[in-house]
């Protein structure tokens, strides 16, 4: 977002942190980049999901955020309509899970192929290895996704 001129750049939960650990390095990366911006541009995250409607626009009409970053494009493109608000020319979207390529919404896809490939392939070492139950020493694997240059996020024209 701040690649494309951005400043006002807001964050959401626009469906429950049901992943907190991969939520708290959402806040993580978004608290270390705001930091880059100035302190009239910060804005604090909006955190309730999609439970509240009402609330959502409440929070987007006190920051008046340029760009939001969403966990998820919906509720919060059905909500900013509703609300007269035009996406991109009032507010732009990001999507951190971008879950239907075939949308064009700007954002992160994370192609359940590969993730599903990836965990058969770690099951198969597991089970290769003799490995049962939970492991002595927890791991993670990160699955970088892939960034679809959609509608929702224009570079703002100087």
Not at 79 to 98: H, I, S, T, Y
Not at 104 to 123: C, R, T
Request: charged letters at 25%; one cysteine or more; aromatic letters at 10%.
């Amino acid at each position: 977002c701040m690649q494309r001129g951005y400043r006002r750049i807001g964050f959401a939960f626009t469906t429950p942190n049901d992943y907190p650990f991969v939520g708290d390095r959402w806040l993580g990366g978004f608290f270390c980049q705001q930091v880059k911006l100035e302190r009239q541009n910060w804005i604090p995250p909006y955190q309730a999901g999609d439970k509240d409607r009402r609330r959502f626009l409440a929070w987007v009409s006190k920051w008046r955020p340029d760009a939001l970053l969403v966990t998820r494009t919906e509720p919060a493109m059905t909500w900013l309509a509703e609300a007269g608000l035009d996406v991109p020319g009032d507010v732009a979207l990001a999507a951190l899970r971008n879950e239907d390529p075939k949308l064009q919404h700007s954002g992160i896809y994370h192609d359940p192929a590969k993730v599903g490939s990836l965990a058969i392939e770690m099951l198969t070492g597991l089970a290769n290895r003799g490995e049962l139950g939970v492991p002595t020493t927890p791991h993670e694997i990160l699955l970088s996704g892939e960034w679809i240059e959609g509608w929702t996020l224009p570079k703002i024209k100087q």
